[in-house]
């Protein structure tokens, strides 16, 4: 009886650990993923509009045009660039590599344009002029912009817009 | 203790049958958004999304049923997945979905599958939003989520299992601040296929 009972424990301990496990790998592991279908790192994707074949992201917005940098500022940092199309909703929102939100700004907040300096404390970048500094929480994780298709009329003035939008890696010196 | 083969057969069952434990509670633990949720009727929404103290748990359900998802003030998702009467969804019914515009910058209502994606329907048809929603003259709205062609306010369903998102962009400070009377529409199932 008390074999079995010791059993029973040792079947739970597992259990109590690959539980904890699967759960703290999970958030890493989407993202991983997600950033694998995003495409190419440090540079900018302008994705189509919406539809039921966008399989990347859970619960899309077919309202929302959505553009997206994957970032890896291993050796370096990025250089986000956009400016803001008018009467719209329209934000750029930047996510660590187990899916936090560390920065968001609106298109009332940002005033026209923003201009960030995507960067970690462990590399050597000389800061573009003007540009504001955002330090990331980890090296990976993806900067993403939506833009509202507030109005189907507009459509073509707001998709030509947003697609001003650029994120340009600059190398770090020291690596 | 009994042979080693039998000492080895037994451990073997240990690993398997505490792997499969540990993985059904993971299951069990992110397979519905549940943690920090709010209820305004049949919609919920989680209050701790876009947040930094949030714990393992919601991280690890953010990331399978919102990814990417903002905070509070920047954008509020409320989900729903059952009727203003309690019952399931079902993309075999008609449903009038029925209320005023929520208070927000912008707001829209997606119909999404029951894998999170939208359902494939050859009207390319969606969402209904504050830009395209037909009004009534007392400002409210009705809404017809049907898997057969509604007259106005159409969201078709092609779908057994499927679930509803409003979205409200820069929502009103009264809906931030007590979000469980937001003041959302009902959903009424009419009658089913």
Known sequence: ?175 | MGSPLRFLLKLFAVLIIGTALGLAATWLSVSRLSIGTVSDGPWRTSLLIGSEQSGPYLRANVALHGLFALNRGETMYYTADHDSAGGWLDGNCVYKIEGREPSARWWSITAYGADDYLMANKYGKWSISGETVQLKSDSTFVITASPRKAFSNWLPLTQRRFSLTIRLYNPGAGVVNDPANAMLPTIKRSVCL
């Not at chain 1, 540079?43 to 917005?61: E, K, L, Y």
């Not at chain 1, 930047?94 to 939100?101: A, G």
């Not at chain 1, 939506?146 to 697609?163: G, P, Q, S, Y």
């Open chain 1, 1 to 175: 009886m008390r074999r079995l009972a010791l059993w029973i424990v040792a079947a739970l301990a597992v259990a109590a650990v690959v539980h904890y496990v699967t759960l703290i790998q999970t958030p890493g592991f989407i993202m991983k993923r997600v950033m694998m279908k995003m495409g190419e790192a440090n540079t900018i994707h302008h994705q189509g509009r919406v539809t039921a074949n966008s399989r990347s992201v859970v619960r899309p917005s077919p309202d929302l045009l959505y553009s997206v940098c994957p970032f890896d500022l291993t050796n370096g940092a990025l250089h986000v660039t956009a400016p803001v199309p008018p009467g719209t909703y329209w934000s750029v929102s930047i996510f660590d590599d187990k899916t936090n939100n560390f920065f968001v700004k609106n298109d009332k907040q940002a005033k026209g344009k923003v201009d960030l300096l995507l960067t970690t404390p462990y590399v050597d970048v000389k800061r573009p002029q003007g540009a504001a500094e955002v330090v990331a929480p980890t090296p990976k994780g993806v900067v993403l912009f939506r833009t509202l298709i507030n109005d189907e009329k507009n459509f073509a003035a707001i998709d030509a817009v947003r697609r001003k939008a650029n994120c340009t890696f600059i190398r770090s010196r020291a690596s």
